[in-house]
T-cell receptor, first 115, second 113 residues
Framework: QKEVEQDPGPLSVPEGAIVSLNCTYSNSAFQYFMWYRQYSRKGPELLMYTYSSGNKEDGRFTAQVDKSSKYISLFIRDSQPSDSATYLCAPSPYAGGTSYGKLTFGQGTILTVHP | NAGVTQTPKFQVLKTGQSMTLQCAQDMNHNSMYWYRQDPGMGLRLIYYSASEGTTDKGEVPNGYNVSRLNKREFSLRLESAAPSQTSVYFC????????????FGDGTRLSIL
């Protein structure tokens, strides 16, 4: 079993739709949760960064973490064609003050928002 | 503001050839990483350098070597390329310390025939 499972899609939605992207994980040590967005032929760029359980909102994007069920979600409101990309979840365990915290990436969900 | 710069962007090699992928960052980050990205596999860590002067193996280090040349530069070497190393390679950097976000370059697309 992979530590992080993410439905690869592809997911196709009309412009203006609410998009829900999800990951599940198995490692209880994960404390930090990141979402990256990757456009075609580009590197991943950090989209959202949350710590522990709860919600975090940034414009049209909301990241949600439920540690009790080991479930991570990213919601996109009023989706736009420019949101078409691959979205990768990347949880990480607490690494200590002077250590590197390994990111474990999901395989990514391909999203297309059509006009 | 260049961020993380990778060279070359594309490369085709024959089996058994060697090659070095270059990475440089201008964000004064201490930590640097090399990943490979394959369809259905996500991003997998090859090697990382938590700070200048240190390197450590990641999830898939076999067949690769790295050099942290200075604080800015971190190179990845394939000594004897194999078709299984056909992939997209990404370099990333971050501040030193626990759980800092990583910033990625745009990748090197490597094909080995």
């Amino acid at each position: 079993q992979k530590e992080v499972e993410q439905d690869p899609g592809p997911l196709s939605v009309p412009e203006g739709a609410i998009v829900s992207l999800n990951c599940t994980y198995s490692n209880s040590a994960f404390q930090y949760f990141m979402w990256y967005r990757q456009y075609s032929r580009k590197g991943p760029e950090l989209l959202m960064y949350t710590y522990s359980s709860g919600n975090k909102e940034d414009g049209r994007f909301t990241a949600q973490v439920d540690k009790s069920s080991k479930y991570i979600s990213l919601f996109i409101r009023d989706s736009q064609p420019s949101d078409s990309a691959t979205y990768l979840c990347a949880p990480s365990p607490y690494a200590g003050g002077t250590s590197y915290g390994k990111l474990t990436f999901g395989q990514g969900t391909i999203l297309t928002v059509h006009p | 503001n260049a961020g993380v710069t990778q060279t070359p962007k594309f490369q085709v090699l024959k089996t058994g050839q060697s090659m070095t992928l270059q990475c440089a960052q201008d964000m004064n980050h201490n930590s640097m990483y090399w990943y490979r990205q394959d369809p259905g596999m996500g991003l997998r860590l090859i090697y990382y350098s938590a700070s200048e002067g240190t390197t450590d193996k990641g999830e898939v280090p076999n067949g690769y070597n790295v050099s942290r040349l200075n604080k800015r530069e971190f190179s990845l070497r394939l000594e004897s390329a194999a078709p299984s190393q056909t992939s997209v390679y990404f370099c990333a950097s971050s501040e030193f310390g626990s759980n800092q976000p990583q910033h990625f370059g745009d990748g090197t697309r490597l094909s080995i025939l």
